[in-house]
């Protein structure tokens, strides 16, 4: 059972370069979400969705589109990548919401902007 | 935006001894969930607590939440090598459990052998 699988795992990008970051869940969970995490920060939430077709913004949504056009898949696209998008990305999956609901995290994304 | 601050930021502790971590806010949660996260990996799940005043233990671990569900602590007795990691609070949104779960800013623990 692979669980939350997340490609590439380092990535380096030229400043306004665009690029794709992969998700992918085999738990048939309906809730997905994209958080960045900065040192000091925590993590940040920054798309989510709850369902195939269905998309919401978190915390630190600019600079970033998604689609969820299954409910395996939830790639996070940098439009025009920036020096302050340097940082980990993490990728996570659950049931529908709910308070006992644990959230399952791919092993990230290491994302250098020059 | 709720905010969940956790103390200390750094903690590094001799083999055996005891140790706590907080995590504090000004906002309600419904739930409160800890976390560990080991270099290269994601996060893991360790603990929810979801009622005002909940005790959960976890072999050396012992989570509470806060009377008021603003808050929450992590101890752990004796603690060992394999304790090391950054550990992060998560608190559920008041209506939809973790559909937006608001991050701690974590505690990196360093046990010395």
């Known amino acids: 059972n692979a669980g939350v699988t997340q490609t590439p795992k380092f990535q380096v990008l030229k400043t306004g370069q665009s690029m794709t970051l992969q998700c992918a869940q085999d738990?048939?969970?309906?809730?997905m979400s994209w958080y960045r995490q900065d040192p000091g920060m925590g993590l940040r939430l920054i798309h989510y969705?709850?369902?195939?077709?269905?998309?919401d913004q978190g915390e630190v949504p600019n600079g970033y589109n998604v689609s969820r056009s299954t409910t395996e898949d939830f790639p996070l696209r940098l439009l025009s990548a920036a020096p302050s998008q340097t940082s980990v990305y993490f990728c996570?999956?659950?049931?529908?919401?709910?308070?006992?609901?644990?959230?399952?995290f791919g092993q990230g994304t290491r994302l250098t902007v020059v | 935006t709720q905010l969940l601050e956790q103390s200390p930021q750094f903690l590094s502790i001799q083999e055996g001894e005891n140790l706590t971590v907080y995590c504090n806010s000004s906002?309600?949660?419904?739930?409160l969930q800890w976390y560990r996260q080991e270099p290269g990996e994601g996060p893991v799940l360790l603990v929810t607590?979801?009622?005002?005043?909940e005790v959960k233990k976890l072999k050396r671990l012992t989570f509470q939440f806060g009377d008021a569900r603003k808050d929450s602590s992590l101890h752990i007795t004796a603690a060992q090598p394999g304790d090391t990691g950054l550990y992060l609070c998560?608190?559920?949104?008041?209506?939809?459990?973790?559909?937006?779960?608001?991050f701690g800013t974590g505690t990196r623990l360093t046990i010395i052998p």
């Open positions: 996570a999956s659950s049931y529908f919401p709910g308070p006992n609901t644990e959230a399952f």
């Open positions: 738990m048939n969970h309906e809730y």
């Open positions: 906002s309600v949660f419904s739930s």
């Open positions: 969705s709850v369902g195939a077709g269905i998309t």
């Open positions: 998560a608190g559920g949104a008041s209506n939809f459990g973790n559909e937006k779960l608001t």
């Open positions: 607590v979801v009622t005002g005043g």
